[in-house]
């Protein structure tokens, strides 16, 4: 979509020089004529400065720290400052939290000398992205909280996720990393997006990183992963052993990974789990959670809105108990499902599961080929005395997706 400047000349009430026509933008003088220049959405509609949908409000950091920067006083529980080499002028970054005396680490960036920024008719075509270099070994996980606050000091927060990586891991060269902005649960907290005030990043754990930029830039990318379950004739047997399992794995993070099958009557599903501590839990019914145990939730309706942030009673949120022999527990009924079936087999690394689902008998449905259904899936790490870790497959940078089917995923029913 292109974007024009029209001027209208009406009578003579208004007097135009030369040297006014000359600072219109978009006009070009060629003798006694004007020409009208046309302007792309994303070309430069103001000198040196790209725009998107009219905003321009785009550098959030670039060569150097500005009163809209801030930072914990704590030097020793984050020391942030200018760096410089031949080519890159860049923040320095070095934070140790796991400190006595620091509670909050972090910094905070209010660009454009802290004015009011209008992020509301963009949101959902845009992302923050930073450019970041290891100063040592490549790594992926990055132990930050990203915070958006309103002048009314309403925030919106967005923990770091793998997936927000352009390329495979952080190495000793530029590597970008990218927040798309629709993943803030900005709605949830209330937050004016017409007012937005500052950048806030929260620091956690212990570690070093030099950050080149933060912006604002286009985003058009998928943000739901989806999966595929294939079809089959003869039911697996449900003994732990996913041996007979001829299909793909999915990676659930980097180290666990499971599959979906299904035939028109039941789901199967298979969870290889990594473990130190397997099979601890001492919970029971709802409380499944809170120790070693296997979530799943799905949606039996595949003609409802994605994006609702509610569950339907057509959506579904099941825990599997894993170390504990409890039936499974059906939290969005409230009831126990000892028609669930799970076997569990442990191995050097973990423990692998195999799930039965009796769909058909629970939900009245069949399930049929070429539905897409909403779709999570999420392995809790614990001991007997409590949940330690969940690890999330699609909302991985999120937590609430028990709360929340637009967190979900995509089940492709092949």
């Known amino acids: 979509?292109?974007?024009?400047?029209?001027?209208?000349?009406?009578?003579?009430?208004?007097?135009?020089?030369?040297?006014?026509?000359?600072?219109?933008?978009?006009?070009?003088?060629?003798?006694?004529?004007?020409?009208?220049?046309?302007?792309?959405?994303?070309?430069?509609?103001?000198?040196?400065?790209?725009?998107?949908?009219?905003?321009?409000?785009?550098?959030?950091?670039?060569?150097?720290?500005?009163?809209?920067?801030?930072?914990?006083?704590?030097?020793?529980?984050?020391?942030?400052?200018?760096?410089?080499?031949?080519?890159?002028?860049?923040?320095?970054?070095?934070?140790?939290?796991?400190?006595?005396?620091?509670?909050?680490?972090?910094?905070?960036?209010?660009?454009?000398?802290?004015?009011?920024?209008?992020?509301?008719?963009?949101?959902?075509?845009?992302?923050?992205?930073?450019?970041?270099?290891?100063?040592?070994?490549?790594?992926?996980?990055?132990?930050?909280?990203?915070?958006?606050?309103?002048?009314?000091?309403?925030?919106?927060?967005?923990?770091?996720?793998?997936?927000?990586?352009?390329?495979?891991?952080?190495?000793?060269?530029?590597?970008?990393?990218?927040?798309?902005?629709?993943?803030?649960?900005?709605?949830?907290?209330?937050?004016?997006?017409?007012?937005?005030?500052?950048?806030?990043i929260q620091f956690f754990g212990e570690g070093a990183i030099e950050v080149n930029s933060i912006k604002i830039v286009p985003f058009s990318s998928k943000l739901k992963l989806d999966m595929a379950a294939s079809l089959i004739s003869k039911s697996p047997t449900i003994d732990g052993d996913l041996s007979d399992w001829n299909t793909s794995f999915t990676p659930l993070s980097e180290i666990h990974s499971f599959a979906v099958r299904y035939n028109p009557d039941t789901l199967f599903f298979a969870f290889s789990v990594v473990d130190d501590t397997p099979l601890q839990n001492s919970q029971k019914e709802r409380n499944c959670w809170n120790g070693d145990a296997i979530e799943l939730a799905f949606s039996t309706n595949p003609n409802v809105d994605e994006k609702r942030k509610f569950y339907l009673l057509s959506d579904q949120h099941i825990g599997i108990f894993c170390g504990s022999n409890n039936p499974a527990w059906n939290y969005s009924s409230n009831i126990e499902m000892p028609t669930i079936q799970k076997e569990i087999k442990m191995n050097e690394r973990g423990y692998t599961v195999e799930i039965m689902i009796p769909y058909s008998n629970l939900y009245n449905q069949k399930l049929v080929p070429g539905t897409e259904l909403g779709f999570e899936a999420a392995i809790d790490l614990g001991t007997f005395e409590k949940r330690e870790q969940q690890v999330r497959w699609n909302s991985s940078y999120q937590e609430g997706f028990n709360l929340s089917p637009a967190k979900w995923g995509k089940l492709l029913l092949e």
């Open 1 to 200: 979509m292109n974007k024009f400047f029209i001027i209208i000349f009406c009578a003579s009430s208004i007097s135009w020089s030369q040297e006014d026509l000359k600072n219109l933008e978009g006009v070009d003088i060629i003798g006694n004529r004007l020409e009208f220049k046309k302007v792309g959405l994303y070309d430069e509609e103001v000198p040196g400065k790209f725009t998107i949908r009219g905003f321009s409000q785009m550098d959030i950091y670039t060569d150097e720290l500005s009163d809209d920067f801030w930072s914990a006083k704590n030097t020793t529980c984050l020391n942030a400052h200018q760096g410089k080499d031949e080519l890159d002028s860049y923040l320095q970054l070095k934070w140790n939290k796991d400190q006595d005396g620091c509670d909050w680490v972090g910094m905070g960036f209010g660009w454009d000398s802290w004015a009011a920024k209008d992020i509301a008719y963009i949101q959902d075509t845009i992302a923050i992205e930073l450019q970041v270099r290891s100063t040592g070994k490549s790594f992926t996980n990055l132990p930050w909280a990203f915070g958006i606050e309103d002048y009314a000091g309403r925030q919106a927060w967005l923990g770091y996720s793998k997936s927000f990586l352009t390329g495979q891991e952080i190495t000793q060269q530029w590597t970008k990393v990218e927040l798309p902005f629709s993943l803030f649960p900005c709605e949830e907290n209330q937050l004016d997006l017409t007012s937005v005030k500052q950048l806030i």
